[in-house]
C-alpha cells in the first residue's frame, strides 16, 4: 500500500521540469521524522525516472534505450534489472532501475553516465529527427527502498469492508 502511494505521488506530481520534485524532498516536507533520515539504504534500492515520451516517438524511446543503456546497465555491479513502463495518456515513460545497494549504484561516476546519456540522446535525436538536446527531456527521479516483503505484511481490513467469508 505504501509503494501505491508512492506511485500515487509520483504520477500526479506536477509534470514540467522546473516543477518536478524529488520523492525525497516530497517526504522531507510531509512525513513522519523517522522516515526522512538522510541515511543511506544498506539494502536493495530502486532508481525511479520519469521522461517525457511523446507517442510519436514511443518506439524509438524504446530502441534508443535498447542501444545505449540497456547494454551498459547489465554491465554495472550490483545491477539487478529494470522495467520500463509508460503511459499513454500522459505520455511519460517511468523506469524502475533495481539495484542490490544503493552504495553499488552511486559509486558509478558521474562522467561515465553522462557519456551513455549522450549516446542515449544522439541515437534519440536520430530516430525522432530532432536536430538538438534531449526528445525524452527528464521530468523527475527518485530514490525508492523496497519495503517488507508483502507477504510478511497483514493488513486488517477498515470498518467499512466487508466481511470475508460471507
Request: glycine content about 8%; hydrophobic content about 40%.
Given at each position: 500500500m505504501a509503494l501505491?502511494?508512492?506511485l500515487l505521488v509520483?504520477f500526479t506530481a506536477p509534470?514540467?521540469?522546473?516543477?518536478?520534485?524529488?520523492?525525497?524532498?516530497?517526504?522531507?516536507?510531509?512525513?513522519?521524522?523517522?522516515?526522512t533520515?538522510r541515511e543511506?539504504?544498506?539494502g536493495p534500492v530502486v532508481e525511479?525516472?520519469r521522461?517525457?515520451?511523446?507517442?510519436?516517438?514511443?518506439?524509438a524511446?524504446?530502441?534508443?534505450?535498447k542501444?545505449?543503456w540497456?547494454?551498459?546497465?547489465a554491465e554495472q555491479?550490483g545491477?539487478?534489472?529494470?522495467?520500463?513502463?509508460?503511459?499513454?495518456?500522459r505520455?511519460?515513460?517511468t523506469l524502475l532501475?533495481?539495484?542490490?545497494?544503493?552504495g553499488?549504484?552511486?559509486?558509478i561516476p558521474?562522467?561515465e553516465?553522462?557519456?551513455?546519456q549522450?549516446?542515449?540522446?544522439?541515437r534519440a535525436?536520430q530516430l525522432?529527427?530532432?536536430?538538438?538536446?534531449?526528445?525524452f527531456?527528464?521530468?523527475?527521479?527518485?530514490?525508492?527502498e523496497?519495503?517488507?516483503?508483502?507477504?510478511?505484511?497483514?493488513?486488517s481490513?477498515?470498518?467499512?469492508a466487508?466481511?470475508?467469508?460471507?
Open positions: 501505491g502511494l508512492v509520483v509534470c514540467s521540469p522546473a516543477a518536478a520534485r524529488s520523492l525525497t524532498d516530497l517526504a522531507t516536507d510531509q512525513a513522519p521524522e523517522a522516515l533520515t543511506p539504504a544498506k525511479l525516472l521522461l517525457g515520451v511523446p507517442a510519436a516517438h514511443y518506439r524511446w524504446l530502441e534508443a534505450e542501444a545505449s540497456e547494454p551498459w546497465l555491479p545491477f539487478q534489472g529494470r522495467q520500463l513502463l509508460w503511459d499513454r495518456q505520455q511519460e515513460g532501475i533495481r539495484w542490490a545497494t544503493r553499488q549504484w552511486k559509486a558521474e562522467a553516465v553522462g557519456r551513455v549522450e549516446r542515449f540522446e544522439q535525436r525522432t529527427g530532432q536536430a538538438t538536446g534531449n526528445p527531456p527528464l521530468l523527475a527521479e527518485a530514490e525508492l523496497p519495503l517488507a516483503s508483502s507477504a510478511k505484511t497483514t493488513i481490513p477498515g470498518p467499512l466487508p466481511a470475508l467469508g460471507g
